[in-house]
């Protein structure tokens, strides 16, 4: 059965850099689309990145573009988020998701995993 499990997650202080890992089980990246969410205290769940398996398309909200980098390992079956120039309205609970879409929507996604916590705080 398909498993997502993320870490990575802490306290960094603005400025700082975290690379969150989201390990899959239960399918290949090459067959599936990836996306990373998170979701803070009181706000409705967004979407930071996606990145799909057939066709490597990357996707990056706009809040994020130029300081976070998806990628994957397809021989780890992994996929990682690396956060740089953390802010603090970054601060987060962060899922990944797996599905058939490539959409930074948290609506469409099959699969979630537990989340992490991302704080950045001075």
């Known amino acids: 059965q398909v498993q997502l499990v993320e870490s990575g997650g802490g306290l960094v202080q603005p400025g700082g850099s975290l690379r969150l890992s989201c390990a899959t089980s239960?399918?290949?990246?090459?067959?599936?689309?990836i996306g990373w969410f998170r979701q803070a205290p009181g706000k409705k769940r967004e979407g930071v990145s996606c990145?799909?398996?057939?066709?490597?398309?990357?996707s990056y909200a706009h809040s994020v573009l130029g300081r976070f980098t998806i990628s994957r390992d397809n021989a780890k079956n992994t996929v990682y988020l690396q956060m740089n120039s953390l802010k603090p309205e970054d601060t987060a609970v962060y899922y990944c998701?797996?599905?058939?879409?490539?959409?930074?929507?948290?609506?469409?996604?099959?699969?979630w995993g537990q989340g992490t916590q991302v704080t950045v705080s001075s």
């Open positions: 998701a797996a599905g058939r879409f490539h959409t930074l929507s948290p609506n469409v996604w099959d699969y």
């Open positions: 239960g399918l290949t990246l090459r067959s599936s689309t």
């Open positions: 990145i799909s398996g057939n066709d490597d398309r990357i």
